[in-house]
């Protein structure tokens, strides 16, 4: 169990993680996902007490980090795979971890064997492959047969067999009851190993909530629509109650719409067709949106300000305020990614 | 914990195990074991293990060794060929203990590395990560791997000085200028050269917590070792000699002299301020180490 309550970190000007809440629970694996730079490995630095945090706090176990008789034995993380000494060879590395808190030193052999690392054990882990490496950072985090395990992006320059094997390894661990926490960038890698994501966004949490509920509310299929009048077209269509944004390559994605409506809107206006298709979810998609990594249409690139009652982040922070009250300050914040239908460009605002 | 008759009639492994008697469950059902908590002495373990594993350590012992030995015994015989031409104030002033250690002032050097390295390695290559993460109590990492250094650079420390000593004084035993282990202040003074060896390595320790990185933490040591009395020798008259007995060799070095000098502390007094230095700069590094971010 790790519960992180009002953790934030700052690098000077930078805040890294911002008022981040979250518990990770035994028993399954949770998936920490978020673009580059989010916040991930910052946060698990917290959580090992490597960096300390500028508010709030973390615990493992019901206890901070520090205050772990045993932290070996409690927590096994794998955060950076090359964060040892390449002159030391994998056993002697293990050995002094063992040592270190109180492990038998048997039990090195054991995680040895079980990261199929024994052939090497006694040459130096600077002549070890990017899978070894891993491997043996692996190895170092299951010596003391931890409840609480948590991996920094460990497939990471892993070819399939790597990738397949750490992904069974992870959800055995997580079998066996253990709390099993995986940060990683990539949705994919995330919906074949997690049961649960904490998905985190420029340092905020932007979902906690299981893998199934998140595809169900985020990967909404839409209609993707190519036209030489593009320019008409996306207004048209933002009238309606419907969801337009524009793709990378020049398409138009309709949600909430279906093809025979928005070919009738495009029919009623003269407006020409190259492409009018459904297209199911993408879980990558759904993870970039809510990331905010697409580009939102804006009619023209005018922003439309939110109105405060319809406002997505007011309403859900203020729960029930009266209207008339003051937005918080961080109701405005730029630094929000757009994460509900509601943060979007409308015709009916226009 | 031998199996009395009243084990007999339990399945092997049973009870062979304390650990199982203390099992608690877990929120999830996992059956937990209850460890003892780890101690210092585990810390110390670990710190011992990673100083013997890296070839840095052997390699920089073994220059302290001959570098220090070499150099003693190489000045020894230099001052040996030219005593017959020696004026009588230089002879009466010789001080073959001081002399015959002569080389610990440059194979201090490497134990200096030595010092540096044991932290600074950790944080080129990350290891310091995993380090606080077996061994989160910083006071405690810190504490074990000072320990550690310390008692290593102790025992090569005092081999080294009496090894030097030895072999300088059977080459001054040639011209009977040769001072025996029982003369006064003489095993002070060997005892001594391996005690400053010691503390050298802990400065450097303290200053490569601090800086974090080799080149400059190396650059920083011989900085205070060697460039700082070249400072002080351009101070002019009494300020210059005040200033040149504080300076940190200057200080260090008094304890291998057996004769008195104007131009150093006494030898205790001289390493009293050394130790200063070396524990301020440990408990500023101590400082640093448990507030800054890994
Ligand atoms: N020591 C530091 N000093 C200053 N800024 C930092 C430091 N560590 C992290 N940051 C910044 O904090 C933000 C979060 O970084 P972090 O490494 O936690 O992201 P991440 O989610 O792990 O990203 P990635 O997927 O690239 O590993 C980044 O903008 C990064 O530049
Ligand atoms: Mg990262």
Known sequence: MIEARGLTKRFGEKTAVDDVTFTVRPGHVTGFLGP??????TTMRMILGLDRPTAGTVTVAGVRYSGLGTPLREVGALLDAKAMHGGRTAHNHLLLLARSNGIPARRVDEVLDLVGLRSVARKHARGFSMGMGQRLGIAAALLGDPAVLMFDEPVNGLDPEGIL?????????????????????????????????????????????????????????????????????????????????????????????????????????????????????????AFMRLTGDTVEYHAGGRPVPPAPEAGPVST??????????????????????????????RGGDA | ???????????????????????????AGRKRAEHRPASFADAVAAEWIKIRTVRSTFWTLLAGLVVTIGLSCLLAWVFVSAYDRLGARDRLRFDPTAYGLAGINFGMVAFGVLG?????????????????????????????????????????????SFAAYFLSQLIFADRHLDAGLGEDG???????????????????????????????????????????P?????????????????????????????????????????????????????????LAFQRRDA
């Open chain 1, 36 to 41: 580059n730079g989010a916040g991930k490995s």
């Open chain 2, 230 to 286: 070249i400072i002080g020798s351009f101070l002019p008259g009494d300020l210059g000699r005040t200033v040149r007995k504080v300076l940190p060799a200057g200080a260090g070095g008094a304890i291998m002299n057996t004769r008195p000098s104007e131009e150093s502390l006494s030898p205790w007094a001289g390493l009293g301020v050394f130790t200063l230095y070396t524990v301020v700069l440990l408990v500023a590094a101590l």
């Open chain 2, 116 to 160: 540096v390295l044991v932290v600074t390695g950790e944080y080129a290559t990350g290891m310091i990560r995993t380090s606080l993460t077996a061994v989160p109590r910083r006071g405690r990492l810190f504490a074990a791997k000072a320990l550690v250094l310390g008692g290593v650079v102790l025992v090569v420390g005092e081999i080294v």
């Open chain 2, 1 to 27: 914990m031998t199996a009395g008759p009243e084990d007999a009639g339990r399945p092997p492994g049973e009870g062979a195990s304390t650990h199982r008697d203390v099992a608690a469950e877990d929120g």
């Open chain 1, 165 to 285: 094997w750490i992904r069974t390894l992870m959800r055995s661990l997580a079998a066996e009851g253990r709390t099993v926490f995986v940060s990683s960038h990539l949705m994919s890698e995330m919906a074949q190993t997690a049961e649960h994501l904490v998905v985190i966004g420029r340092g905020r949490i932007l979902a906690d909530t299981s893998v199934r509920e998140f595809i169900a509310a985020n990967a909404t299929s839409h209609v993707r629509v190519r036209s030489p009048q593009l320019g008409e077209l996306g207004p048209l269509l933002a009238r309606r109650d419907w969801r337009v944004e524009v793709d990378p390559d020049g398409s138009l994605r309709v949600y909430g719409a279906d093809p025979a409506a928005v070919g009738d809107v495009a029919a009623d206006h003269g407006v020409r067709l190259h492409e009018l298709s459904p297209v199911q979810p993408s879980l990558e998609e």
């Open chain 2, 186 to 228: 003489v095993l002070r003074a060997v005892i001594g050269g391996g005690l400053y060896l010691t503390l050298i390595a802990l400065l450097a320790l303290a200053i490569g917590t601090l800086l974090r990185h080799t080149a400059g933490a190396v650059t920083t040591v011989l900085g205070l070792l060697f460039v700082l």
């Open chain 1, 316 to 345: 859900a922070r203020e729960g029930g305020a009266p209207p008339a009250a003051p937005p918080p300050p961080e109701a405005s914040s730029p630094d929000l990614p757009p994460t509900a239908p509601d943060g979007t460009w």
